[in-house]
Nanobody, 129 residues
Framework: QVQLVESGGGLVQPGGSLRLSCAAS????????MGWFRQVPGTEREFVAV??????????HYADSVKGRFTISRDNAKNAVYLQMNSLKPEDTAVYYC????????????????????WGQGTQVTVSS
């Protein structure tokens, strides 16, 4: 069984930065697809960023709304994935969730949270002055 635990959320002023961490325990997979999603109460879950492996290469993909501001990274030795969030905006306020899919998802499937088997409990990010 895989467990994912997020941390690093909090309250930050617009323009500030936060770094989210997701620690994976239990059975893990070196070729797993790992991503971040976010959700505002009353709205649908939104894709944020993903790391995936394809053709022996590591690929990074971001939602247009965060491109250039957020960076996803992974530390295989620690079974962890991170989301560095810079230049935060009030519209980034949401609960952020880490997701893991043991298989290598093709690009057309990474955007849909329904394709991920494992989820963390979420961490709140609030951007407000």
């Amino acid at each position: 069984q895989v467990q994912l635990v997020e941390s690093g959320g909090g309250l930050v002023q617009p323009g500030g930065s936060l770094r989210l961490s997701c620690a994976a325990s239990g059975r893990t997979f070196s070729s797993a697809t790992m991503g971040w999603f976010r959700q505002v109460p009353g709205t649908e879950r939104e894709f944020v960023a993903v790391i995936r492996w394809s053709g022996g290469n590591t690929n990074y993909h971001y939602a247009d709304s965060v491109k250039g501001r957020f960076t996803i990274s992974r530390d295989n030795a620690k079974n962890a994935v991170y989301l560095q969030m810079n230049s935060l905006k009030p519209e980034d306020t949401a609960v952020y969730y880490c997701a893991l899919e043991p298989s290598r998802l093709i690009l057309s499937r990474v955007w849909d949270g329904g394709n991920y088997d494992h989820w963390g409990q979420g961490t709140q990010v609030t951007v407000s002055s």
